[in-house]
């Protein structure tokens, strides 16, 4: 176990270590959730806290508000983090927090940070501790709890969701750290132009921490103008944060993308469905992931319309085990296209569902006779296939007949639809009845 943010009072500790909130005034946005009258403010003033799980992206705050309770707090506050802690640990801690609270009534706060990087096992070793109250537990995660957490502590804790800080509050924390002398960077002669500040809010996309890391690093490699004045132009800015921040887990933010990528698909917005693809591939999504849900949808929402949108999406499944990323990238954009492009039915999946619907509910009728398998001995004097009609031997290939079950004659499953090539096939048929 590690001494609580002892790196805090480290002189060379990172800008964003350091600048840490002391307590709720200082602390930066999540105002939904520690906002005046808010209810875990409210907990954490009152020193009432139960078990909680902070949920967001990185450099939303989660550590620190850690920290501020670990400063508020009369409980004894102990901090470990998945990535390295194991059962072992743990065990220790609950030990402890026993002794404490039958000792000295005093009760334990145990910080768990990366909480998602816990297996199922080690997860259930906090259970007895945290169900009988002998233990408040605090999880930090990056990752959708009800994704990665057992479902056990999920019930036993509140989840509050932080979200990435908004762009006047980064604005804030950047002139606050330019003047702090103490935990900033208020020792140096600091002019920023407007424009160097957008460019760290921008490429940040909401990380508190991207912003810090980056104004830290233009401060101290700029060199002081004749006056002693560090200039951070917008070219320092985007030599000091480089590439934007970009936040995918492996969680609700991958499925949110995703699903973003279907429905502009769907809504043939092909810009979107590209950008959105764009996404994934960059944050290193598994492209056959991608190229699977294309296939689906091919089908699910444009189906009969554009039989051969199928064709496309299989092909670039093929491609990518062929040729691989990056490559790929560009088979995968022209399903993409194609897709977003191509005349739009849900004819297909309501047909199956609307049929699987009544099978599930028994509707389960016989097979009429004539429809009977007649091929094998005895088949006949049991009455199997007589009647049936060959339809190839009638003009048009068709010949009217019953080919549902007694129970469901004249249900429709399949209601074709007026776009693409559905709308020709719909034509057709209708002309060969």
């Known amino acids: 176990m590690e001494d609580l943010f002892s790196v805090q009072q480290d002189t060379y500790a990172p800008l964003a270590e350091r600048f840490r909130p002391r307590n709720l005034e ?3 946005g999540q105002k939904h959730i520690v906002g005046k009258g808010k209810l875990l403010r409210r907990a954490i003033e009152a020193d009432r806290l139960s078990s909680i799980i902070l949920f967001g992206p990185p450099g939303t705050g989660k550590t620190s508000l850690a920290f501020v309770i670990s400063q508020t ?6 901090r470990l983090n998945a990535v390295s802690a194991g059962v072992k640990d743990i065990k220790e801690v609950m030990e402890k927090a026993r ?3 039958k000792l000295y009534g005093e009760k334990t706060i145990l910080f768990l940070d990366e909480i998602h990087r816990f297996n199922k096992a080690q997860q259930d070793a906090l259970l007895p501790a945290v169900e009988k109250g002998e233990l408040i537990l605090i999880g930090a995660t990056t990752e959708n709890p009800y994704f990665e ?7 036993r804790s509140q989840i509050f969701r932080l979200e990435p800080l908004k762009k006047e509050d980064l604005e804030d924390a950047i002139q606050q750290v330019l003047v702090d002398e103490v935990r ?4 140096f002669k600091t002019k920023i132009d407007p424009e160097a500040i957008h460019h760290f809010i921008e490429s940040a996309n909401g990380d508190l921490r991207k912003v810090l890391n980056g104004l830290e690093l233009a401060v101290t490699t700029t060199v002081p103008n004749s006056e002693g ?3 951070i132009t917008e070219e320092v800015a985007a030599e000091s944060i480089q590439l934007p921040a970009i936040r995918y887990d492996r969680g609700d933010q991958r499925y949110d993308i995703m699903s973003a990528m279907i429905k502009s698909i769907r809504g043939s917005d092909s810009d979107a469905a590209l950008y959105w693809m764009a996404r994934m591939i960059v944050a290193g999504e598994d492209p056959k992931l991608i190229a699977r849900r294309l296939i689906v949808h091919a089908s699910e929402d444009i189906g009969m319309a554009n039989p051969a949108a199928l064709e496309q999406a299989v092909a670039a499944f093929h491609a990518l085990e062929t040729v691989g990323l990056p490559e790929a990238r560009i088979n995968l954009a022209q399903a993409v296209i194609f897709l977003a492009e191509s005349p739009k039915s849900n004819s297909v999946i309501m047909a199956i569902d609307a049929a699987i619907h009544d099978v599930r509910n028994g509707v389960l009728g016989e097979v009429p006779a004539h429809l009977k398998d007649a091929h094998y001995a005895g088949a006949k004097k049991l009455g199997h296939g007589k009647g049936y009609k060959y339809p190839h031997d009638y003009p048009n290939h068709y010949i009217e007949q ?6 469901l004659v004249g249900r429709k499953y399949y209601l ?3 776009q693409g090539t559905e709308a020709k096939l719909r034509n057709r048929n209708r002309a060969s009845k």
């Open 26 to 28: 200082e602390y930066i």
């Open 73 to 78: 707090t009369k409980s004894n506050f102990v």
């Open 99 to 101: 002794e404490q609270l």
């Open 149 to 155: 957490v057992n479902s056990a502590l999920l019930s």
């Open 184 to 187: 900033g960077l208020g020792h």
């Open 229 to 231: 004045i560090i200039h």
């Open 402 to 407: 019953q080919y549902l079950p007694d129970e």
């Open 416 to 418: 074709p639809s007026d």
